[in-house]
């Protein structure tokens, strides 16, 4: 059975850091393509940052470049999500996905098993 359990989430004031960690097991994330979304209260989920299996190539929204960075460290089985420069916008609740094709990365359909998330709240 896959699990995916994030951690990390909390409160930080604008400007602050935050790392997020995605523990799983049932499955080699080496062998995965691991992604991040995120959903704000009434929004839609939003694709975050996903790195691709095999060759990880890394993709990120538009509106974190530069400022959130995506790495995994495969002995531990767990995808990171470091997050810098932290602004009110980014509050949601963000959860780990993993999917096995490399197609479409950036889109929530196809990604296979889902953690529970983790609340962000970014205070201004």
């Known amino acids: 059975q896959v699990q995916l359990v994030e951690s990390g989430g909390g409160l930080v004031q604008a400007g602050g850091s935050l790392r997020l960690s995605c523990e799983a097991s049932?499955?080699?994330?080496?062998?995965?393509?691991m992604g991040w979304f995120r959903q704000a209260p009434g929004k839609e989920r939003e694709f975050v940052v996903a790195?691709?299996?095999?060759?990880?190539?890394?993709y990120y929204a538009d509106s974190v470049k530069g400022r959130f960075t995506i790495s995994r460290d495969n002995a531990k089985n767990t995808v990171y999500l470091q997050m810098n420069n932290l602004k009110p916008e980014d509050t949601a609740i963000y959860s780990c996905?993993?999917?096995?094709?490399?197609?479409?990365?950036?889109?929530?359909?196809?990604?296979?098993?889902w953690g529970q998330g983790t609340q962000v709240t970014v205070s201004s």
């Open positions: 790195i691709r299996r095999s060759t990880e190539t890394t």
């Open positions: 049932g499955l080699t994330i080496s062998l995965y393509t």
């Open positions: 996905a993993s999917r096995a094709s490399v197609m479409a990365i950036t889109t929530a359909t196809g990604y296979s098993s």
